[in-house]
């Protein structure tokens, strides 16, 4: 039999776990997502001391909490601008394509799109960085695209 067709065993063959990938640049957080951080990781502690005796699971649990001490070593907390435009950790009234949205302007590990809450990283909140209520910006290709309503 040729050496092409045998396998000493089946752990040969199985998929590496990688580590969580980490965003490039910056780990700005908001208050609350030095908060929503140190709660994840809070969370993944007992979950670790739930796994005695199921080392893959373990092995999940330790994985996530590396990169959520990660995030928590490196998270920078930044507040909004106060000069009225908007930055991270503003929340911007804006109108676009003649909709009304609320948008917080948030970290990466805070976004929730469908809760219009935007990583500062993203096209729309980079459109948005330094506008000020009643301007209007260019977004996807288009001029005067986004109507900024108001920055809190």
């Known amino acids: ?3 092409a067709f045998r396998r000493d065993c089946d752990e040969e063959h199985l998929e590496p776990d990688f580590e969580l990938p980490i965003a490039p640049g910056p780990n700005l ?3 609350a997502g030095r908060s929503l951080i140190d709660a994840r990781i809070a969370e993944l502690e007992a979950a670790l001391a739930g796994t005695a005796g199921d080392e893959d699971a373990a092995k999940k649990v330790r994985r996530d909490l590396r990169y959520w001490t990660t995030r928590r070593a490196t998270a920078i907390v930044t507040s909004p601008p106060g000069d009225g435009s908007v930055g991270f950790g503003s929340v911007v009234e804006i109108e676009l394509d003649g909709r009304a949205r609320t948008i917080a302007i948030v970290g990466g590990d805070e976004t929730d799109p469908p809760a219009d809450r935007i990583a500062f990283t993203a096209p729309l909140a980079r459109a948005l960085l330094g506008a000020e209520a ?3 910006v260019a977004f996807a290709g288009r001029e005067e ?3 900024v309503v ?3």
């Open 1 to 3: 039999m040729s050496v």
């Open 29 to 31: 957080v908001t208050e």
């Open 134 to 136: 009643g301007e209007l």
């Open 145 to 147: 695209a986004i109507r």
């Open 150 to 152: 108001a920055v809190r």
